[in-house]
């Protein structure tokens, strides 16, 4: 795992000034307070920031589901150990389900957003096609976003998922800044949605109506993958 880590993919001019590597438990106080900046701060469309106080389970369910999972990943400034980025990684089988219990109910709308775009590009097909990863949350604080990192960030997890022999990296977008980083790393983008048209399929509401452009649609983007026999 660290081997992948240590790969620089050319999109930091100054990778060498940070650290890559696998999250430990000596990590967790840090990285829940980047996810609970990115929850609370981080979407553009106001409504679908969390308030601080349903932030926190969301955090807990993020971290407890996937920081130490052998996948997930940070950056670090290697000068002072500052914390300046996140890869939290899932692998999954085809065909699987959300399991809504186990999401927090504050967060629950913002999954069936989630399940609305992806529109059973992996979801609707057989488990015999294998695993598929996802970059649960990808994020780089703002102080870094003109580095290159974030970019890094999603080449490392494109080497990771592959590696684990997935047949595809698939998940959604809310950016449109994302969106054409993930363009230009050769994802398509296989569903959409007017964030201002959505109806939540549980409570019939408009959740999302101030959705502005250019951030006024939804994404689920993909990517094929030619995995290697490979396991970590």
């Known amino acids: 795992m660290q081997a992948l880590l240590s790969k620089s993919h050319g999109c930091m001019k100054n990778r060498s000034d940070f650290v890559f590597r696998q999250c430990t438990p000596k990590d967790a106080d840090k990285i829940n307070e980047m996810v609970l900046w990115f929850l609370t701060t981080s979407f553009a ?4 920031k969390l308030k601080p106080e349903d932030a926190k389970d969301v955090a807990k369910y993020y971290l407890d589901s996937y920081l130490l999972n052998g996948l997930s990943f940070a950056v670090f400034e290697r000068s002072n150990c500052r914390l300046a980025g996140i890869g939290l990684i899932s692998i999954k089988n085809y065909g699987s389900k959300v ?10 709308r913002q999954v069936r ?6 529109a059973g590009v992996v979801t ?10 996802t970059g649960q949350l990808s994020i780089v604080y703002p102080q870094y976003a003109r580095s290159g990192m974030a970019s890094e960030i999603n080449a490392l997890i494109v080497d990771i998922v592959r590696f684990r022999g997935c047949r595809a990296l698939s998940g959604s977008i809310s950016s449109s800044y994302v969106l054409k980083l993930c363009l230009r790393a050769g994802y398509e983008v296989t569903g959409k949605v007017k964030l201002a048209d959505y109806v939540d399929s549980v409570t019939g509401e408009k959740p999302f109506t101030d959705a502005q452009p250019p951030h006024d649609f939804f994404y689920w983007v993909h990517k094929p993958l030619y995995p290697t026999q490979n396991k970590l």
Do not use: D, F, H
């Open 124 to 133: 609707g097909k057989s488990p015999e096609l294998g695993t598929y990863g």
């Open 45 to 48: 469309t106001e409504s679908m």
């Open 99 to 108: 399991n809504m219990e186990k999401v927090p109910e504050p967060y629950r």
């Open 113 to 118: 957003l989630q399940i609305a775009a992806e």
